[in-house]
């Protein structure tokens, strides 16, 4: 997971950096919802989420100036082959957070071509990082847990 999310996401988003300030081209970085939360239960994948939220965000500052543009894409769950090969049953975060495979990519293609900072697809995946603005990380920290454990 750290391979992938984390090494491989900063190489491949470093390696053709100079390519894309020539071309003037973009950088979608494939971040989660849960990049906004902490993981009890799946810590390392919501913490590598979070790195690629913050690795996308801080590209952007670094080359965008130089006409790139960078984008990090936060889904929720999307319902997959994936999934169900893992053996993933859905619960009621993906009835509330689904949006399909898609619609995500739809969204966060033409948020790229926007210049989005951010793609949220989805109502509920955008009423996450408002939530959390009003509630103690304590409490997200506690909900988030209980979800996540209870799911095991």
């Known amino acids: 997971m750290v391979a992938v999310n984390v090494r491989a996401v900063t190489d491949l988003s470093l390696r053709?950096?100079?390519?894309?300030?020539?071309?003037?081209?973009?950088?979608?970085?494939?971040?989660?919802?849960?990049?906004?939360?902490?993981?009890?239960?799946?810590?390392?994948?919501?913490?590598?989420?979070?790195?690629?939220?913050?690795?996308?965000?801080?590209?952007?500052?670094?080359?965008g100036p130089c006409g790139v543009r960078v984008t990090v894409v936060c889904p929720?769950?999307?319902?997959?082959?994936?999934?169900?090969?893992?053996?993933?049953?859905?619960?009621?975060?993906?009835?509330?957070?689904?949006?399909?495979?898609?619609?995500?990519?739809?969204?966060?293609?033409?948020?790229?071509?926007d210049n989005r900072r951010a793609v949220l697809p989805g109502f509920g995946i955008k009423m996450v990082p408002l939530m959390l603005r009003l509630f103690p990380r304590g409490f997200i920290l506690a909900a988030v847990s209980g979800f996540q454990l209870r799911k095991r």
């Open 76 to 113: 929720g769950p999307v319902p997959t082959e994936f999934q169900e090969r893992a053996g993933f049953k859905p619960g009621f975060d993906s009835a509330v957070l689904n949006v399909s495979a898609a619609d995500v990519a739809r969204d966060a293609y033409r948020g790229l071509m």
């Open 16 to 63: 053709f950096s100079e390519q894309l300030i020539r071309h003037r081209g973009g950088i979608l970085n494939v971040a989660s919802i849960a990049g906004f939360l902490p993981g009890p239960g799946m810590a390392v994948y919501y913490a590598s989420k979070a790195y690629v939220l913050s690795l996308t965000e801080a590209l952007r500052a670094e080359l």
